[in-house]
């Protein structure tokens, strides 16, 4: 062979070498385990607040001065240690009690720890033969979630997706194909009038989106009124559904949230279910935040009727704690698996072998080659079941009430909901803006929670309700106690009286 090529092959061999992989790995860990104990004792700042130009003029200079192959190992490993470093200082410290953001899972580490075993030997699926364990657990998975939701293995189908957003798009298009029949093939535009999707008034905005997506056109999302508590109201939704009937509009889908994302509020499903099926109308639900509720018995009320749904999707990455990107989109009956996608992809999809399909994630999967999503759970749970699942739904949940009872005892904070789950949204009212107009309120808060995340004490988020800015924070580390709220609210006032001054 051209000595080139060999020359090349010994190049490269040191990006594949197993005692560098050993080594590195070591190090790694060593450093995950120092970076863990930190962060849960709190010791450092969560979020380290640096300028994204500065993160990425400093992210720049390490690519742009790389060391080439022909480096020795020991300065390898120093740069190595060098790259770990600067990644784990500069990164969001999500296991920090005191993170207290988005829903965004904490993830055990363990879970973390499995993905990496199929991330690093490159399980990628698609069809079974590609990644075949990862498969497997995939599929037992999705037989576990579903028996949780309290249907019967075989009589339902679902999968892992990239993310509850595309778990969205795919129950959508699923409806879309069942509802407008051959539109697959002849597109959107068959039906004499646009069809209409139903939503929650707060919906995500992934299903707008995905009516965007799918040629239906953002227009036709219907909101549907909301209660006092934010719900979708069963009443408005029949009204709705019979004014639709009598203009002869086809309805693709009704969407109702478990929970919304604003302020986590649970949708009534058995009477709205109940309502789909007298109009005949494809019920879909938007568990990704709170379809873990099924799985504990102090909360799981909040869910009942979820096995009504047509379809569901249900994020692993936020209440299951487990690393992004791993959600899960469901289906009731097992009839409509091979609705959502209907063209053959000859050179993926064995004749030989027609059974193996089933196993083919690539056939109900809008992705193609796919991440071994599912994998992180399946090692999670296959360690510690169920249980570890309803207490860390339990513990979360509650601390939302926790939240919720200091700030109604405090007269500086005004909560603005009763919190079903773990999403609190509130304001500092500080007496000096107690007869402050709602323009001045809402501005305080937005600018109280960027100097307290900018500070590195503490991270939560903001949103706007009713149009006035307020603070928006959801339990979702296991690990944050009564104290660390005390000291939430504490940093708050101080913040507060700085920015007042
Ligand atoms: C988070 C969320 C989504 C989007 O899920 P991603 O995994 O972030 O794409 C959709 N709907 C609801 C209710 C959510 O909470």
Known sequence: MHPMIHAARDRIRVAYDPDLVRTFGHYMIDQLGEYFRQAEQCAGPVLPW??????????????????????????????????VEQSLDRSHRLHDPRYIGHQVAVPSPIAGLFDALTAITNQAMAIYEMGPWATAAECALVDQLGTQIGWTPGDFSGLA?????????????????????????AGVGQTTQPPVILVHGDAHYSVTRAAGVLGLGTRQVLRVGLDEQRRMDPARLA?????????????????????????GAFDPLPEIADICQRFHVWLHVDAAH??????????????????????????AHKMLFVPALCAFVFLRDRAHRFETFRQDAPYLFDPTAPGLAEYDSGMRNLECTKRAAAFGLWGLWSMFGRSLFADMVDVTFSMGRVLYEKLVEADDFVP??????????????PG??????????????LELRRRLVESSEFYIVSTKLNG???????????????????QLLDALRRHGKQLLA
């Open 432 to 445: 000096a803006l107690r007869d402050a107009p709602p323009d001045r309120v809402g501005q305080f808060q």
């Open 468 to 486: 006035v800015g307020a603070l928006r924070t959801t339990v979702m580390n296991p690990l944050t106690t009564a104290d660390h709220l005390d």
């Open 416 to 429: 603005l909901h009763q919190p079903q789950c773990n999403i609190v949204v509130f304001r500092h009212m």
């Open 239 to 263: 009204d709705r559904l019979g004014q639709l009937r009598r203009a002869g509009r086809p309805v693709i889908a009704v969407v109702a949230c478990a929970c919304s994302t604003p302020i």
């Open 290 to 315: 709170g379809g873990s509720a099924c799985l504990s018995t102090q909360y799981g009320h909040l869910v009942r009727g979820l096995d009504l749904a047509d379809s569901l999707i249900w994020d």
């Open 50 to 83: 640096i300028e994204p130009q500065t993160n990425v003029r400093d992210a720049a200079a390490l690519l742009h001065t790389p060391l080439g192959g022909d480096a020795s190992p020991g300065v390898l490993r120093d740069r190595f240690a060098e790259l």
């Open 161 to 185: 997706t990239h993310g509850g957003s595309l778990a969205n798009l795919t129950a959508l298009l699923t409806a879309r194909n069942v509802a407008v029949d051959g539109c697959w093939e």
